[in-house]
């Protein structure tokens, strides 16, 4: 697997002319359409939500849990999703993700972390 890079969100001003919401909009438009191809609506959702809002000096994070459904090796079922954070609060999610995924693996660079859930 190949890791999951984000722009940089350093360095520009987070309060520019730039209207979050507007811009959010037009990504989820992009997003349905992407997803439309995409079985992983979550992570793509996410990585180009990500990858738009950083550049703008926002620092969305990307964070990505995994956690398995079955209880035994023939049952070998797992499950996952995708969210975006800032401020460690989950943005645009209808619930916490926490809950299930609510152990921390980590942090990566550039605006990734991991969870593993139960």
Known sequence: MNDITLPDAKGRDASSSINVWHLTRFTTRVVRYGALLSKQKCFFRAFILASVLRPYGIPAVLNVGLRSLGVCQTDARI????????????????????????????????????????
């Open 79 to 118: 499950d996952g999703h995708c969210w975006l954070s800032l401020d460690n609060k989950p943005f645009l999610e209808a619930g916490d993700p926490a809950n299930s995924y609510p152990l921390f693996m980590g942090r990566a660079t550039n605006g990734v972390q991991y969870w593993l859930g139960s």
